[in-house]
């Protein structure tokens, strides 16, 4: 086997409060993100949604230390995979690709290139997929290789989703145990798994599989865990006036507190780092909404970052790949399915072009009226509250 590589694929974070208004440009530009009608929009549009949301998302950054640990946290993650893959006799060059922040995935293919990796695993470090996490990523990583001819001498296959992996389910399963026996009654600890949300529109109009991944992956957990606690599901930081997947992680918390539940265990489950949506909206925000319902423990499962368990399974999975037959991006990311803005129209009509003419002149009324109310500093559009 020729030189081995594998390219971590994570989301980035802003390492500074000056970083979160461009990370935040980079997001919202992506069409995975938000996928206008009309594509000259997207820039604009993410300009004013980036400049709308950097004050408070600036806030919550600096309630974490100003930036968030998301790089720091993976380059741990990569020393710690390629110790162990080492040790496993699969010598491999780890690579970060960011999708919004620093090392941006063109650098990483930069330094692939640079460093004549033959055999190429791509790894997302999100355990399920979606069509805007390890899906974007995959997009532009087709890009890159439509783009550039001399990638295609690198051998590469894709790990679509990872979340039934054995040592993932366990060690979820580990920290879960450890939290719930610091309660004063392990039996009667609330197992609540709070996942990132997504749109409903990408599971029912573009077959989005995120949801019935992360279904698929709580029931697993429960299982592995082997206890009789009781358990929800619920989904966190919603942005934008659209229906995400619900029941919604604040809501959820409230309706446990009135029917009397008192310890809660939260459970990120839709990644494998700690990051803003950890340490700033679980440990802070939704811990005071518990509090104020009633709750009288709110215990954090702590995020699996390096656990030993987790990541020499992680180094399994890369050699099982490396010997099964290639996924190629094409295999995984299909070409027609859009993601696009405006789904209560869409699911009213249908996919009509009189629907698309529709959301396209809704797109320009929109963003024309944005520029009035942000040049003249007021205005009725408090449609902002969604950016
Ligand atoms: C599986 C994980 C994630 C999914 C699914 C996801 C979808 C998704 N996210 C946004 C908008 C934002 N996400 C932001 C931060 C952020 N998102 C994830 C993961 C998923 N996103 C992570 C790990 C992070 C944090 C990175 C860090 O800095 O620590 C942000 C920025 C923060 C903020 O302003 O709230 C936004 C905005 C959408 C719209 C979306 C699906 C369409
Ligand atoms: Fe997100």
Redesign the pocket.
């Known amino acids: 086997m020729g030189r081995v590589g594998v390219l971590l694929l994570n989301?980035g974070g802003p390492e500074q409060l000056e970083d979160v208004r461009p990370f935040l440009f980079n997001?919202f530009a992506d069409p995975e993100?938000i996928r206008l009608p009309v594509p000259w929009l997207q820039k604009p549009l993410a300009w004013l949604i980036s400049n709308s949301r950097a004050k408070q998302s600036q806030q919550n950054y600096s309630q974490i230390g100003g930036g968030s640990p998301l790089r720091r946290i993976t380059e741990q993650q990569a020393t710690a995979l390629q110790q162990s893959l080492e040790a496993a006799g699969q010598p491999a060059d780890i690579y970060i690709g960011m999708r919004y922040w620093y090392p941006f995935t063109e650098e990483a293919i930069a330094r692939i290139k640079r460093d004549r990796i033959e055999e190429l695993v791509v790894l997302p470090l999100y355990p399920q997929y979606s069509i805007?996490?390890s899906g974007s990523s995959f997009r532009l990583l087709q890009k890159l290789w439509k783009e550039d001819p001399s990638l295609e001498s690198i051998r590469y296959t894709v790990i679509p989703s990872w979340y039934a992996r054995p040592g993932y389910v366990k060690a979820m399963a580990e920290l879960i145990a450890q939290e719930l026996d610091q309660l004063p009654d392990p039996s009667k600890g609330h197992v609540f798994f709070s996942a990132?949300g997504v749109p409903v529109s990408y599971v029912e109009e573009n077959g989005d599989p995120y949801q019935r991944e992360i279904e698929h992956c709580v029931d697993l957990i429960m299982q592995a865990l082997g206890r009789s606690n009781q358990h929800t599901l619920a989904y966190q930081?919603r942005?934008g006036p659209v229906e995400w997947l619900q029941p919604y992680t604040e809501d959820a918390i409230e309706e446990l507190a009135e029917q009397g539940v008192n310890d809660l265990v939260v459970v990120p489950i839709s990644f494998v780092s700690e990051h803003i949506?950890t340490l700033q909206e679980i440990d802070m925000e939704y811990r005071e909404i518990a509090e104020e319902a009633g709750i009288e423990t709110f215990r954090r499962v702590p995020a699996l970052n390096t656990h030993p368990g987790f990541i020499d399974d992680m180094a399994k999975m890369v050699m099982e790949s490396l010997e099964s037959p290639r996924r190629l991006f094409s295999d995984v990311v299909e070409p027609d399915k859009q993601v696009k803005i405006y789904p209560q129209e869409r699911s009213a009509w249908g996919l009509t072009p009189v629907a698309e003419v529709w959301n396209g002149r809704l797109a320009m009324v929109g963003f024309l009226a944005l520029m009035v109310e942000l040049i003249s500093g007021h205005g009725p559009l408090h449609l902002v509250g969604l950016l």
């Open positions: 989301l997001l993100i805007s996490t990132h930081s942005v949506e």
